[in-house]
């Protein structure tokens, strides 16, 4: 019993260690469209196609991510916003964004 317990807990350890990497597939890809985005100006649509086609979804889907239209969405929204995912994941981002929220609501 002991060994069924070793051996499940190392499957579920190994399978969060896979998603992490393909999340991380993910937000590199989110980070070319955004270069794209500012070189080119086609940033959302490369993203759009990027998810839309078979290994976008095959990605998405090992991240733990649906790749539904409304995810596609969320992911030409993020690009058109033109922030990086190292800044836009960071603390000093979201205190910013909170900040600005407070100020609008006041």
Same mark, same amino acid.
Not at 13 to 42: C, H, M, P, S, T
Not at 87 to 90: D, K, M, Q, T, Y
């Given at each position: 019993m002991k060994d069924f317990v070793d051996g499940t807990a190392f499957n579920?350890?190994?399978?969060?260690?896979?998603?992490?990497?393909?999340? $991380? +597939?993910?937000? $590199? $890809?989110?980070?070319?469209?955004? $270069?794209?985005?500012?070189?080119?100006?086609?940033?959302p649509e490369q993203i759009a196609r990027w998810a839309r086609s078979r290994d976008g979804r095959?990605?998405?889907?090992?991240?733990?991510?649906?790749?539904?239209?409304? +995810?596609v969405k969320g992911l030409m929204e993020f690009v058109g916003k033109g922030v990086r995912t190292s +800044?836009?994941?960071?603390r000093e981002e979201s205190e910013r964004r909170n900040a600005a929220q407070q100020a609008e609501a006041a």
């Open positions: 579920n350890e190994q399978g969060n260690r896979a998603r992490k990497l393909f999340a $991380a +597939v993910v937000l $590199a $890809a989110l980070d070319d469209a955004i $270069a794209d985005d500012k070189k080119y100006g086609n940033g095959e990605v998405l889907t090992c991240a733990g991510i649906d790749p539904n239209e409304r +995810v +800044v836009a994941l960071s």
